[in-house]
């Protein structure tokens, strides 16, 4: 397995490709500066076609005051 690592400003992208089922198009993740997954394209919406992410990540932190938080989409 290759791993290919970019980085473009404070996101981190990398690009795992799989030569199984989706013919070595594999699976995009990118991170924040603080290493927690913040995008992730799957096979069939491939990030290098231009599509939005599958899945979505956003962190809510309130430090002492409050719970920690974590905001899910996926299309």
């Given at each position: 397995?290759?791993?290919?690592?970019?980085?473009?400003?404070?996101?981190?992208?990398?690009?795992?490709?799989?030569p199984?089922?989706?013919?070595?198009?594999?699976?995009?993740?990118?991170?924040?500066?603080?290493?927690?997954l913040?995008?992730?394209?799957?096979?069939?919406?491939?990030?290098?076609?231009?599509?939005?992410?599958?899945?979505?990540?956003?962190?809510?932190?309130?430090?002492?005051?409050?719970?920690?938080?974590?905001?899910?989409?996926?299309?």
């Amino acid at each position: 397995m290759r791993t290919r690592t970019h980085l473009a400003g404070k996101l981190v992208a990398l690009a795992r490709p799989s030569p199984g089922r989706d013919g070595g198009r594999g699976t995009d993740l990118a991170y924040d500066g603080l290493g927690r997954l913040v995008q992730v394209w799957l096979q069939a919406r491939p990030k290098a076609k231009d599509f939005t992410p599958s899945i979505k990540y956003e962190y809510l932190i309130r430090g002492a005051d409050g719970p920690a938080a974590v905001h899910t989409q996926k299309i």
